[in-house]
């Protein structure tokens, strides 16, 4: 593996899960496999379970680890091709990834969009240039439209957790948009909903989204999920609820009106099936989740944070293996 940025770079979502509860239950089995190897981490955003829990991970597979925010501590970055550097930014994307890749062998970066321009965002366009230029294999931290380690992450919590089921029983997933005060990307529930399709493909679980009309995500992230714009009626039966704000793709970066009632709280719960409830994090308790569910016997937000550790330890030793 030399690339990580979606679950297209997974062969299979079971395999992968396996590797990573195998690294939960033995996590300094493989410390050889990074000596003398370094991890560079680079951070054009803010970031806490994504910084450390990607840290620990290559600590746990013995490598050295080298973080920079780039944003706050680095040349103020020109990512265009062609132009006269005449203006604030002091360096170009070519020369300062090309320079990290000499002093990493492996370069994880999370970027933010800017959620002004739907194309300059999904053309992913820094990412890719960053990429192509560090010469070394990438782990994405989030990128503009897709947040795969926290995807990886949230199907082993759902694969671990669904225990004593009968055999080829399925859990009944539903991703559940929520309120929030401000515009949010994208990024975690088009990953989200990616990685569950795929995983309903191969037969893990059953998949449903549940928004808002206009909360629409793009088509290429949600093929093979049934949605719903009534949260009542998605949330029947359901095992799992993982909630999540989301600005309009549609509208590109808008907030849009919406009508009450979509905030999950113990009354919505009552019509799942029990459901274990999820959020990447952080979460604006009582806005998006209700601290009820936060603080209660449902909520796997924590188990789910700590799931994010062994799905970063699980993509790095599969990068590390094939150098």
């Not at 082993?156 to 949010?184: F, G, Y």
Request: aromatic fraction near 8%; charge should be negative.
């Amino acid at each position: 593996m030399k690339l990580f940025t979606s679950v297209h770079d997974v062969p299979s979502i079971k395999q992968f899960v396996k590797d990573a509860l195998e690294l939960k239950a033995n996590p300094y089995a493989y410390q050889e496999l990074g000596k003398n190897k370094t991890l560079g981490l680079v951070f054009m955003n803010p970031s806490l379970r994504t910084r450390l829990s990607t840290q620990k991970a290559a600590l746990n597979l013995g490598m050295n680890v080298m973080v920079m925010n780039l944003d706050k501590e680095g040349w103020a970055l020109e990512t265009q091709d062609g132009v006269v550097m005449n203006g604030s930014t002091v360096e170009h994307i070519r020369e300062a990834a090309a320079v990290m890749g000499q002093y990493c062998d492996i370069l994880g970066l999370r970027s933010f969009p800017k959620l002004n321009n739907r194309e300059e965002d999904y053309s992913e366009d820094f990412f890719n240039k960053f990429v192509k230029y560090c010469a070394v294999p990438v782990v994405s931290l989030e990128s503009a439209t897709r947040h795969p380690l926290q995807s990886f992450a949230d199907i082993t919590t759902i694969v671990e957790t669904w225990t004593n089921k009968p055999v080829d029983s399925k859990p009944k997933v539903v991703l559940a948009w929520a309120p929030h005060v401000k515009a949010l990307p994208q990024a975690v529930p088009n990953s989200f909903a990616e990685w569950m399709c795929k995983a309903q493909e191969e037969g893990l679980i059953d998949f449903k989204i549940a928004h808002p009309a206009g909360y629409e995500l793009a088509e290429q992230f949600t093929t093979g999920a049934t949605i719903e714009h009534n949260l009542d009626e998605a949330l029947a039966g359901a095992d799992y609820v993982y909630v999540k704000n989301w600005s309009s793709y549609k509208d590109y970066g808008k907030v849009l009106n919406y009508p009450d009632g979509w905030m999950m709280n113990n009354e919505k719960l009552k019509l799942t099936n029990d459901a274990k409830v999820m959020h990447c994090l952080p979460v604006r308790r009582d806005l998006e989740l209700s601290s009820e569910i936060l603080d209660g016997p449902n909520s796997l937000v924590i188990h789910e944070a700590g799931n994010r550790l062994w799905a970063a330890q699980a993509v790095i030793k599969a990068m590390l293996e094939k150098m």
